[in-house]
């Protein structure tokens, strides 16, 4: 049976903007206003009273080098909140879709991450969404958890923007490129969330588990802003930045490590669902033609 009041938490970030868009009436969006991970007590009776038959949650901490010393708020929004939503969910029998990261690895290697790889996170965030993950998986409830990477869209604070505002202003920029992983357009993750959970509600048993999403390919942060600034210059930007040199990890020390290795093996996805995501390159394509052709049509 197709889920028609579909709960959104995190309706503001750049996943959960996407998925109202892509439910239009299916989604009853709830921002921090109206459930506030960082207070999880009080997210039950908000699930009481919107009485939903799905759950998608796109909110999250995500501020990664904050969280080396907030670990406790951290834990609070990545952990304790989504076990008490996907209790809920295991309560009245509905599905629950949470996201997740590939910082629950320890970033070695350059092979693909599968969903059956040892976790080991290498920094507190990460640790957080891995206790999420363990949290929603024991609740014995119907959920996917979906782990993804480097996710940005057209509008939000994120690296795309950070990049064209810096090559408006500088000449010169040192970027990371020994980090490879796919960047995720938030778009291609919630049209590919909700076709994921329209496909498991026909199923005969629901498919619970941990799937990666991603868009396909790889790339390091140094090359996807070189993409970044092509994509901008074609679209008729003008940019000073005339050179990107590339650079270790080493020489950009952070408060929490970063994983070299975040890529992430689609397969499952691929196997249960039939479902291919776009390459990163795809959704790049779209978020230029999304910032530059529909700003005349966007909020402020």
């Known amino acids: ?21 892509v439910l239009g009436n299916r989604a009853t969006a709830l921002t921090r206003a109206q459930a ?6 009080t997210l039950t009776a908000v699930l009481d ?3 939903p038959d799905a759950v998608i949650n796109a909110a999250a901490y995500t501020a990664v080098d904050k969280a080396e010393v907030e670990d406790e708020a951290a834990h609070t929004v990545n952990a304790e909140a989504p076990a008490i939503l996907a209790q809920w969910c295991k309560q009245h029998d509905v599905p629950f879709i949470h996201y997740s990261t590939d910082y629950v690895f320890d970033g070695s290697g350059n092979t693909p991450w599968q969903e059956s790889d040892a976790v080991a996170p290498c920094n507190i965030y990460g640790k957080t969404k891995l206790a999420g993950e363990q949290a929603i998986a024991s609740s014995g ?6 782990r993804t990477s ?6 939000g604070a994120n690296f795309l923007n950070t ?10 920029l040192n970027i990371v490129s020994d980090q490879i992983g796919a960047p995720s357009y938030a778009p291609h993750l919630a049209e590919y969330t909700v076709k994921v959970l329209d496909a498991a509600t026909q199923m005969q048993k629901f498919p619970s588990g941990i799937y990666h999403m991603v868009n396909q390919g790889e790339v390091s942060w140094h090359g996807f802003a070189n993409a970044i600034f092509e994509a901008a210059r074609s679209h008729g930007e003008t940019l000073i930045i005339k050179t990107v040199e590339p650079i270790p990890s080493s020489a950009y020390p952070t408060p929490a490590q970063r994983p070299l290795n975040s890529r992430l093996s689609c397969q499952a996805l691929q196997h249960v669902f039939g479902i291919t995501m776009p390459s990163w390159q795809e959704g790049l394509t779209q978020a230029m033609e999304q910032k530059y052709h529909a700003s005349n049509h966007m909020p402020a």
């Open 49 to 51: 009273e919107i009485a």
């Open 1 to 21: 049976m197709k889920c028609n009041r579909i709960a959104v938490l995190g309706a503001n970030g750049q996943v959960g903007r996407a998925l109202v868009d």
């Open 163 to 172: 990049m064209l505002r810096l090559g408006a202003e500088r000449e010169a």
């Open 36 to 41: 506030d991970l960082s207070q999880p007590a």
């Open 141 to 146: 409830g119907k959920f996917f958890i979906f």
């Open 150 to 155: 480097w996710v940005y869209d057209a509008q």
